[in-house]
């Protein structure tokens, strides 16, 4: 039994997070909250959460949540990194850059945009990740 359980655990630590690009859109006017994460399935769990509570980083998202509701948002992979296509020292910086493109991409589609992907520090760790969520993103189609 115990050398099951040892088995599953170092087989959960071999498993590969979906990494990527993501947005949170509101159907409803259009607007798009864009980022990036090493799991992505955790980063949509954790936004759903933020607001929910009513504690998400961004205000603007926050407000139109308790207005919309969260049957006017969608939560989406734009784009997906194989981790073992990229080193993991420069897994950050290549995050950073495929978020960058994506915020040029659709900045011409979008009103108000600001990139926070140059704005950031290059050096990633949980301080510029907490820190990264304070740069207004939200914006409009």
């Known amino acids: 039994m115990l050398d099951r359980r040892k088995e599953l655990k170092a087989l959960y630590k071999q498993t590969a997070l979906p990494t990527g690009i993501f947005q949170i859109k509101n159907q409803i ?33 926050q407000k139109e949540w308790n207005q919309y509701g969260p049957e006017a948002y969608s939560f989406d992979v734009l784009e997906t990194l194989k981790p073992e296509a990229v080193p993991s020292e420069k897994l950050a910086e290549t995050l950073l850059a495929l978020e960058e493109k994506w915020l040029t991409a659709l900045k011409s589609r979008m009103m108000n945009t600001v990139t926070i992907a140059q704005k950031r520090p290059r050096k990633f760790n949980r301080e510029t990740a907490i820190a990264r969520w304070q740069f207004p993103v939200y914006a409009t189609k």
């Open 29 to 61: 006017n259009g607007k798009v909250f864009i980022g990036s994460s090493t799991n992505l399935n955790a980063i949509f769990n954790r936004h759903r959460f933020q607001l929910k509570m009513k504690s998400h980083k961004n205000a603007t998202l």
